[in-house]
């Protein structure tokens, strides 16, 4: 059994489109704020954080009514389908309501910007579960984290087109000076991408024929599924299985609690505790998603080897470790070096091995029609740590030291080692080969 690459990079096209979307809203939605509507940057925070907010709600609703949704196109295609066009259209209002105002400002331009990014963030909620539940509705267990290695890597090729795109089309020398700046051909671009990837993938997945056909290989397979009759009809998870999910849902929170506060304050950090400016601290962290970029594919092939848990569990001790180690480099040096580079390119590699793996155990743990709803629980889990973690990280920061953010980082990834000590379903089934079946593998 071997997954089929060219299918899957066709469903990591919706991963891509919404990758892009959001680099460009994480990086032109807060200058329009500052910069246009003169928001100081508490509420200006808030109005960012409110799509995490909305996605605690929204992903495992629409993940759920997805798995009860049945048309012709599929049960995550029609969502798909509507949530891009909605986003579509909506998005390209926000740089004309920002120029407006920039031309003649008033309160009319500045609510009516908030509620068109109200219904943004409702649009691409509505389909962010159901574009991640079509990689494992077509593809067998013991292939997701495979899978999901080039759903992740697609979701990094989106975000590098759109900061390609960005860099050509606006260029220090180009906005250097300006008062405003006009940010719809950004925009039309964006949407532009998203459009025609969204067209590949509905031209070329044909979701309905796929999904059945993966059903019909694991009615053959029932040692894959976890999920029991409960002599009723209906099929429940046993209670060991539930215990497992409980746990690796708690690690999911813990390890995002961890990384996304090192993310999240580290260009701050290396301000105030080594004197260093924005290009080291970005270095930093490029280098990290460099490393993670390079090992997605690598360490789902290695999950497929020794399992998804044994590769969790070594990404956790490497994370936690090289957190504890960037405490020392960046208490002992008194600027960004060579070694931190070789650190951070280790929290990529770390990183890579533990989310590769933890949603493909996830949804490993349920029955096929309820991937969606799965698919919710993990991004309830990591979407609560991304709203926790930047105030819990910032206020420890702000009343004890900075300098207490790596220990921080290291303590949570470590508490999730503990939970994940507790997570004993969900593997990918690996079956040790001998002689040359040991060999049969090696060209996937």
């Not at 809203?25 to 928001?39: A, E, K």
């Not at 890597?153 to 900061?163: F, Q, R, T, W």
């Not at 480099?329 to 580079?341: E, K, P, Q």
Request: proline share 4%; glycine share 10%; charged share 10%.
């Amino acid at each position: 059994m071997k997954l089929n690459n060219t299918r899957t990079i066709l469903v990591g096209l919706a991963f891509l489109s919404i990758c892009a979307f959001w680099q460009m809203y994480d990086s032109i939605v807060p200058l329009i704020l500052t910069n246009t509507f003169h928001l100081n940057e508490t509420l200006s925070g808030a109005i960012m954080a409110a799509d995490n907010v909305l996605a605690l709600f929204l992903l495992p609703i629409f993940g759920g009514i997805s798995d009860r949704t049945h048309t012709g196109i599929g049960k995550r295609m029609p969502f798909i389908l509507f949530g891009t066009g909605c986003a579509i259209v909506l998005m390209n209002f926000l740089p004309l309501l920002d120029n407006g105002y920039a031309a003649s400002p008033s309160g009319f331009e500045l609510v009516s910007f908030v509620i068109v990014l109200g219904l943004l963030l409702i649009a691409m909620g509505t389909y962010r579960s159901p574009a991640v539940a079509l990689m494992p509705d077509v593809t067998p267990k013991p292939l997701r984290s495979k899978g999901n290695a080039i759903i992740n890597l697609m979701g990094a090729v989106g975000g590098i087109i759109y900061l390609g795109v960005a860099a050509v089309m606006y260029p220090n020398s180009k906005v250097q000076g300006l008062s405003h700046v006009n940010y719809q051909p950004l925009f039309m671009v964006v949407s532009a991408i998203m459009f025609v990837s969204i067209a590949v993938l509905f031209i070329t997945i044909k979701e309905s024929k796929l999904t059945a056909e993966n059903q019909a290989l694991e009615k053959q397979h029932p040692e894959w599924d976890l999920a029991q009759n409960d002599g009723s009809g209906n099929e429940v998870l046993p209670a060991p299985v539930k215990r497992s999910l409980g746990f690796l849902l708690a690690s999911i929170a813990l390890w995002f609690v961890g990384y996304n506060g090192v993310t999240t304050w580290f260009t701050t950090y290396v301000s105030v505790v080594m004197g260093q400016g924005l290009g080291g601290a970005s270095t930093c962290l490029l280098i990290a998603t460099g490393g993670a970029i390079v090992s997605y594919i690598p360490i789902g092939a290695l999950a497929s080897k020794i399992g998804r848990r044994k590769t969790i569990m070594g990404g956790i001790i490497l994370l936690a470790s090289c957190f504890a180690l960037g405490y020392v480099l960046t208490t002992v040096y008194s600027s960004i070096n060579a070694i931190m580079f070789v650190v951070f390119a280790l929290v990529g590699l770390a990183w890579a091995a533990i989310n590769v793996n933890s949603l493909p155990m996830v949804v490993e743990m349920c029955k096929g029609s309820d991937i969606g709803k799965f698919t919710g629980y993990y991004y309830t889990a990591s979407m609560s740590a991304q709203i926790i973690t930047p105030m819990l990280a910032g206020t420890l920061m702000r009343h004890i030291d900075y300098r207490v953010l790596f220990p921080y980082a290291a303590f949570f990834v470590a508490m999730s080692f503990v939970t994940m000590v507790f997570v004993h379903h969900g593997d990918v089934k690996v079956e040790a080969k001998r002689g040359l079946a040991a060999f049969e593998d090696m060209d996937d």
